[in-house]
T-cell receptor
Framework: GQQVMQIPQYQHVQEGEDFTTYCNSS?????IQWYKQRPGGHPVFLIQ?????EVKKQKRLTFQFGEAKKNSSLHITATQTTDVGTYFC?????????FGTGTSLTVIP | NAGVTQTPKFQVLKTGQSMTLQCAQD?????MYWYRQDPGMGLRLIYY???????DKGEVPNGYNVSRLNKREFSLRLESAAPSQTSVYFC?????????????FGQGTRLTVV
């Protein structure tokens, strides 16, 4: 079964609104990575979180790793049309990374 | 710098046909991976190779075989294609022996089995 779950599966927002996607695992993760896939493209690495409770920012993107290292979130402030795509988390409960189901973001101009 | 190169980009197969998806990376990475991507299912690991000469099963290996031909190349073979194998296939690689680093993906192969 799927080791890492993501919600929501789809999200439509008006340009300028905020967006958040959540990643959850039933087991403790050693670390977690986030990727972005543009429509028709391939996943591209965004960031990695390793420490419990870690928070990292990339411009309008904020990434958090839960205290128990079982969940993570990606928050985008004031979305832009360039943010469209599918966002994946990838968690490592053992030796390999397992990708979440992804959240597809549509930004309405 | 080409990164990870996959061929072909598109393929249509008839049920029962066989084919091999090719992947090559020029970044001197030890670890290579094959994923399939289906709507609502995310990226699921089919097989991976932690180093040249080794391969291991991932989450969904049934119906597939792999070959790590050398350090650069990692191929995925469908011996008898089935409609359930219609998907987008991605090859990826990671730097030397480390799982805590980013994965670099190829452009993908869009496979349809009719």
């Amino acid at each position: 079964g799927q080791q890492v779950m993501q919600i929501p599966q789809y999200q439509h927002v008006q340009e300028g609104e905020d967006f958040t996607t959540y990643c959850n695992s039933s087991t403790t993760l050693s670390n977690i990575q986030w990727y972005k896939q543009r429509p028709g493209g391939h996943p591209v690495f965004l960031i990695q979180l390793v420490k419990s409770g870690e928070v990292k920012k990339q411009k309008r993107l904020t990434f958090q790793f839960g205290e128990a290292k079982k969940n993570s979130s990606l928050h985008i402030t004031a979305t832009q049309t360039t943010d469209v795509g599918t966002y994946f988390c990838a968690g490592r409960p053992g030796n390999q990374f397992y990708f979440g189901t992804g959240t597809s973001l549509t930004v309405i101009p | 710098n080409a990164g990870v190169t996959q061929t072909p980009k598109f393929q249509v197969l008839k049920t029962g046909q066989s084919m091999t998806l090719q992947c090559a990376q020029d970044m001197n990475h030890n670890s290579m991976y094959w994923y399939r991507q289906d709507p609502g299912m995310g990226l699921r690991l089919i097989y991976y190779s932690a180093s040249e000469g080794t391969t291991d099963k991932g989450e969904v290996p049934n119906g597939y075989n792999v070959s790590r031909l050398n350090k650069r190349e990692f191929s995925l073979r469908l011996e008898s294609a089935a409609p359930s194998q219609t998907s987008v296939y991605f090859c990826a690689s990671r730097p030397t022996g480390m799982v805590n680093t980013e994965a670099f993906f190829g452009q993908g192969t869009r496979l349809t089995v009719v």
